[in-house]
């Protein structure tokens, strides 16, 4: 099912600035049961990057509309959540009033193989570096060519994801997910002041390391440091978390922390 602007309908107008210019953002999270999950996580990081954007964020009992008629179609699906700063004319100024538009479109909840779950995955190490770009930073923009082009990169059905460094070798993120570490009793995930995407699921993460009694440290590292990790997890709204068993020549042995952190994200399903 697809809603724009509140309508059943799946085409755009050509002159739609998120089509032309890639000028919005999106989010991403699932349906389960027939309520979205962590909605208030997600509406609060669709604020802070239209306010980024300087695109008019709905309110949020507009998205509820929408999302209650998805749900009542589809009780347990992905959601894509995508605002664009909409019509304008050709040139990259932007209208002086400009009226957003809101997509939202369902798909299936991804079956991922079981063992990736269970036993962890297989971490393909990118050759694509990502740019900086401190203005948008954190920010889930329209632009993500870096993450097709480094997706590219494998076709083997048995590795899960790809991780992808700066241009001066820091860990940054999955092309989908964010990334956290253990080691030495302390949990570390990328700083990504520069670039990368700030993932809700990844807050939720951050939130729990009081609870945890795990100090947390968000800072540049590069791969030797990540590699030399005891346990190392992989996050995002649809998959959740998965421990990494492999990375190039290093493996892990199943830890303990990634099924914790599982464990407490179903209890706190806010």
């Known amino acids: ?35 979205p999950v962590a909605w208030r996580h997600h509406y609060r990081k669709l604020s802070h990057d239209c306010a980024v954007l300087g695109i008019a964020c709905p309110e949020e009992s507009v998205w509820m509309e929408d999302l209650i008629r998805l749900s009542r179609c589809e009780p347990a699906c992905v959601v894509k959540i995508t605002v664009t700063r909409g019509r304008g004319a050709r040139g990259y100024a ?8 809101r997509i939202l479109s369902t798909g299936p909840i991804p079956a991922y193989p079981a063992g990736w779950l269970k036993d962890g995955v297989r971490l393909h190490l990118c050759r694509m570096r990502l740019g900086h ?43 989908m997910s964010n990334v956290f570490a253990l080691r030495a009793g302390v949990l570390y995930t990328p700083d990504l002041g520069r670039c990368g ?26 791969l030797p440091f990540l590699l030399q990790a005891e346990e190392v997890f992989l ?13 190039g020549e290093k493996t892990w042995d199943r830890g303990g922390l990634t099924g914790t952190i599982r464990r407490l994200l179903d209890e706190k399903n806010d």
């Not at 932007?94 to 538009?101: E, I, R």
């Not at 994801?161 to 700066?166: A, F, K, N, S, V």
């Not at 996050?235 to 990494?244: A, D, L, P």
């Open 1 to 35: 099912m697809i809603l724009i602007n509140g309508q059943e309908r799946d085409t755009i107008p050509v002159d739609d600035r998120g089509l032309a210019y890639g000028d919005g953002l999106f989010r991403t999270l699932v349906i389960r049961g027939g309520m």
């Open 94 to 101: 932007g209208p002086a009033t400009a009226q957003p538009t």
């Open 133 to 175: 770009q401190p203005g948008l930073a954190g920010v889930k923009h329209l632009n993500r060519l870096e993450n097709v082009l480094a997706r590219m990169e494998w076709r083997d059905p048995g590795t899960a994801e790809g991780l992808l460094l700066d241009q001066e070798g820091n860990v940054i993120e999955g092309t």
């Open 197 to 222: 995407v700030a993932g809700v699921t990844r807050d939720r993460i951050m939130a729990l390391a009081p609870e945890l009694a795990l100090p947390l440290q968000v800072r540049n590292f590069p």
């Open 235 to 247: 996050c995002n709204s649809v998959i959740g978390v998965w421990q990494v068993r492999e990375a």
